[in-house]
Each structure stands twice: as C-alpha cells, then as structure tokens.
C-alpha cells in the first residue's frame, strides 16, 4: 500500500514513524514533510492547504490510504474533496471537524447533547463581551472562536488580561478566527488527553496523556501548541476512562451523526478533572493532538495502517476488545528556539553529534535508573526542521523537536528525555524541565 500523510510537524513525523513499522506500507509520502520525515518517508512540497494539488498528487501517484492530520486542511474539507475524487481518506469531514474550527459550535452542541463542559457565553461585538467579562470573577478563560494554531486560548487572571486577550482577538491577532470568542468559566484541576478513534458507530481509545500547554514551568506563562507530555496518565483509572467513553465519547459520536454530521477518524477529547474526579471537556480536536501523539504512538502495540483503514472501512469494530498497548512510560519533551511562541529565529544550526556520548551514571530515587536507561528507548521526532543548501540540518519552527523517551517507568523515561535534551545542541534552545513532574506526584 502507498500511503501519504499531510502535515510537516513533530505530529505527522510519530504518525510516519508509527506507519513505517507496517508491513502494508510499501511506500510512504509526506506532504509537504519535514528533515526528520524525509529519513523514513519521500517529502513532496505541498502545502496542506492546497487540497487539490493534494488531490492530484495523490491520483498520480495512486495512493492507497491518504491521513488528514491537520486542522487547516480538515477545515477547508479535504476529505469531502478527496471523496468526491473517489479517493481513500482518514479523517472527519469538514461539517464534523467543525467541533474543532468552531468553539461556539462544540459548546452549543455539548449543551445540546449534555456532555458536560464549563458554562460559557459567545459573543461577536467587542462592547458585550468585554461587559460580560467584566461581570465575572476571575480567572475566565477567553477562546478564539476558530483556529489559531493553538495560541488562541487565555486564562485571564483579572479582567485587564480578558481586556487584552479580547481586544488581540477583535483586533485581529488571529485574523478570522478570533472575530467571535467564547468566554467560558475557569476549570480549575488536572488536564488529560484521551484520543478516540471511530468509524461513525464503533470507538476505541488509546492510552491517555497529558499534554503541557503552558511555556514555562509550573504552568507559567503564555499558551503555546505543547511544550511536552507523557503517557499513561495514572489518576486515570480504567473506571473513569470508561466514563470518559460513556459519558463524552459516545454521545458525542451518536449526537454528530444524529446532527448529520457522521464522524470517521480522531476525535480529540481535552479533558479537565476537578477535585470531584468529574471529567469535563475543555475542548474537541478533530485529528491526533500534538506533542500526545509522540508518546501515544510509541506506546499502541498495533498496526496504525490497519487501525485507519479499519475506520475507513467502517469495520473498527474488530478491535471490540480494545487495542493492545505496550507496558511502561513514555515522555516527550519539545524543544523550541528561544523567542518561541511569538518572536524566534529560523535556520539555525542543531547538532545531534553529542547524542553518540557514553550515558553518565544517574543517581536519584529509583536505584534501577542506570539499567533503565540502558535499555530504554530514544527517538527524535522532528516538527520545526529543514534541511539548508549545504545539506545541514537547521531549525525551521518555533518547536523544532519532540524528544520522546521510553522506559519501564515515567521516571526513567523522564530521566532518559531530559539526557537527551542536553546533549542536542543549538543556539537559543529552550525547554521545560518539569515535563512529567504531575505524574509522579
């Protein structure tokens, strides 16, 4: 089978990655692909956007199964384009991700179908929400109503940060996606991310992970696209993910369809869990999150092409009893240049040669740290990386890696990441140290 995935980040390099170990796949493509990609899969320079030369390309090169992993090309409905060519996609169509490009239009249809979620109010004049926000006791959390490459939500402290956040939004700091908001009350609690995969009738999920929105440490500063995450999520108990399925996942996938709106592909669940242990949605996705996926992936232990072209075939309900996944940990830690989310440079030189180094000994908490480590697993998933004239490998993004570890335990596994960190090397690089301190708590 051929097989192109569209995207170029850290996301669509684990879903190569995850596709290159089938034995289906003879040949995998990535449009337009990054450095990281270009190692496992042959990379053709067509903007996710540009749905018909997608099209095109892949009737030329008669692609097999084709993976919309990105919300761009979801919304500007590449797979109903795809269909209509007669040819095989993975994803939801572009009325169903519409629970991903329209903030308003998930909560509307949460109420509408009682999935619980946090009270909110929509607005599309600036004079009324900013009265609105001024009437509520922070923090509120103020939603750019569209797309905005995960940099459109704010948890405003007080209500000159709501001001800001709303005045960026109707100023056009998002262009058209932040020209109506959602402001919603603050859910105080632990985040976790649960990915549901679903042919329209049948739902399997995949190990939970929590992703680290936040830029620096302790949850501080603005919202990035993902600083990091880990897997599996140990409060999440095998009792409250099949609540999670019941109660949000379910009655989502039947609602959609009740709508009109049939759902084949990923449903992305962001999820909060207050004090009460009740699980409430944050947001949808319509695709595999970033960076969740760099640690989700490595842990499935079953084929990735058969599990899309199950969903395409509408015969998911094979996997009635779950999907196997592998033991143990896995964490992801993305490094970005420095000046990243707003201000950062392109083209600088990274330098994997210290990667090749003996592992110190480790000493901490878990005397089975060395051993661990030596059997542990690395990779470096690739999201903001290119390749200059001289053949270098340079950063091309505000995240440029996803350095994801594997081990027996979330410790060894952090441990593991974060010796990888240090021995990758390039000007301004910044990461999180903390990146899966709230799974050992």
């Known amino acids: 089978m051929k097989v192109l995935v569209i995207g170029s980040g850290g996301r669509e390099h684990a879903i190569c990655w995850k ?53 761009e090309c979801l919304a500007k409905g590449i797979v109903d384009y795809f269909k209509k060519k007669g040819l095989r996609i993975f994803g939801p169509t572009q009325n169903a991700s519409k629970l991903e490009w329209s903030k308003y239009f998930a ?9 619980p979620t946090a009270s909110y109010a929509c607005f599309e004049q600036r004079d009324f929400a900013l009265a609105y926000a001024k009437s509520q006791k922070p923090p509120i959390v103020v939603k750019a109503d569209g797309l905005a490459l995960g940099k459109g939500v704010t948890v405003a402290k007080s209500f000159e940060e709501a001001k800001i956040a709303i005045h960026n939004c109707f100023d056009g700091k998002h262009g058209e996606a932040g020209q109506k ?19 329209g009738k049948n739902v399997v999920t995949l190990v939970p992970a929590q992703d680290y929105k936040r830029l620096y440490d302790g949850d501080l500063g603005p919202n990035t696209g993902g600083m990091g995450a880990y897997a599996p999520v140990p409060f999440m108990t095998p009792e409250l993910i099949g609540q999670v399925k019941e109660e949000i996942i379910i009655p989502t996938i039947k609602g959609m369809e009740k ?48 599990i899309c072209w ?28 420095g000046g990243y989310p707003e201000n950062y440079q392109k083209g600088i030189t990274i330098d994997f040669s210290k990667l090749n180094e003996p592992v110190e000994v480790v000493s901490g908490k878990n005397p089975q740290t060395l ?46 990441a974060y010796k990888l960190c240090e021995r990758i090397e390039f000007e301004g690089k910044y990461y999180r140290k903390d990146i899966g301190d709230k799974g050992m708590i």
């Open 19 to 71: 596709l290159h170990q089938s034995s289906h796949v003879t040949h995998l493509f990535c449009a337009p692909g990054n450095a990281g990609i270009a190692e496992i899969a042959t990379c053709t320079p067509i903007q996710p956007s540009d749905i018909q030369r997608l099209a095109e390309f892949a009737i030329v090169q008669k692609i097999d199964l084709t993976i919309a992993s990105m919300d």
């Open 107 to 115: 909560k509307e249809f949460m109420l509408r179908h009682n999935i």
């Open 181 to 199: 908001i959602v402001i919603e009350e603050f859910m105080a609690g632990q985040e976790v991310s649960i990915f549901a995969i679903t042919d």
């Open 259 to 306: 709508e009109g709106y049939p759902y084949q592909g990923v449903l992305y669940c962001g999820l909060m869990m207050g004090e009460d242990k009740k699980l409430k949605v944050v947001e949808f996705n319509s695709r595999f999150g970033d960076p969740e996926t760099q640690v989700v992936l490595p842990l499935l232990d079953e084929d990735l092409f058969e």
């Open 310 to 337: 199950a969903v395409t075939e509408g015969d998911l309900g094979k996997y009635k009893e779950g999907l196997h996944r592998l033991g143990g940990a896995a964490l992801c830690v993305v490094i970005a240049s």
């Open 371 to 416: 051993e661990a480590i030596l059997r542990a697993k690395g990779i470096i998933f690739h999201a903001g990386t290119a390749r200059d004239t001289d053949g270098k490998l340079v950063s091309n993004g505000g995240r440029v890696l996803g350095v994801t570890a594997l081990a027996d335990s979330l410790l060894d596994a952090q441990v593991l």
